[in-house]
């Protein structure tokens, strides 16, 4: 059970806990927390839980105070650490997952902010608009950890822009990248969009495994010398008896 996958019981109980994160820290929900993994798992490093862990309890990544209740970190931890897992597993063995995504409806509408504030989401389609938390979710972690954003990548910056499609754009640029995707590549309805949110996703891992996996090979300035060898320094003594025995 420690490495399996939320349920659909679970997953409301963190989007709770996460909600009783101690003011003023301002959480991530539950929807945003799961592209905010994604985000996290598709860095052409490895992160460590504890230097992603605080920007989930705080958009800023300030540290929860000392006296937070250790039964409702343990738990809440818990359950965002197989979350995690879970999804780094599916993307590494499957090439694929089931994201977390508010689908609206008359039975669950979309929250509209209070009469005479602007509606930022009014321009995106009902699409993006469902999936908009999630890809703000995985932005957050692009944003706090810039390496997979800075990569000198066409694919990576195509990965990007197909996530992104769905967050409001704010300069003309955004607005034509959006536009030639509607165009080009369609997302008629929430499965297709859905569909194609997660193979981006899955393309973004795929593209930055080697590096996030890249181990740095030691290479020897000169061959491995024997202790009754020549030293290599050219003094004419043996190996054991000059730098061997010296250690340098």
Not at 17 to 41: K, R, S, W
Not at 42 to 54: G, H, K, R
Not at 107 to 124: I, M, T, Y
Request: contains cysteine; aromatic residues 6%; proline residues 9%.
């Amino acid at each position: 059970m420690a490495h399996a996958d939320l349920t659909d019981e679970e997953f409301a109980e963190l989007d709770d806990l996460l909600a009783d994160t101690p003011e003023p820290l301002t959480p991530l929900d539950g929807v945003m927390l799961d592209g905010f993994l994604c985000g996290v798992i598709v860095q052409p490093v490895l992160l460590e839980t504890d230097a992603w862990l605080p920007h989930v309890f705080d958009f800023d990544g300030q540290p929860l105070p000392d006296d937070v209740d250790p039964a409702w970190l343990a738990r809440t931890r818990e359950l965002i650490q197989r979350r995690h897992d879970a999804l780094n597993r599916a993307l590494a063995e499957d090439g694929w997952f089931d994201p977390f995504v508010l689908e609206f409806d008359e039975e669950h509408p979309r929250e509209l902010p209070p009469e005479g504030e602007p509606d930022p989401l009014a321009d995106l389609s009902e699409v993006s608009q469902a999936l908009m938390p999630w890809v703000a979710g995985f932005q957050h972690a692009a944003l706090c950890f810039p390496d997979l954003s800075e990569i000198p990548d066409d694919a990576v910056m195509a990965a990007l822009a197909r996530l992104y499609r769905h967050l409001p754009t704010e300069t003309e640029q955004e607005k034509e990248v959006v536009a030639t995707l509607d165009r080009e590549h369609p997302l008629p309805t929430l499965e297709d969009a859905i569909t194609d949110m997660v193979s981006a996703v899955a393309d973004l891992y795929d593209l930055t495994t080697d590096r996030r996996y890249k181990v740095e090979t030691v290479r020897r300035e000169v061959p491995k010398v024997g202790r009754n060898d020549p030293c290599p320094c050219g003094s004419g003594k043996k190996f054991k008896q000059c730098h061997g025995a010296t250690g340098t």
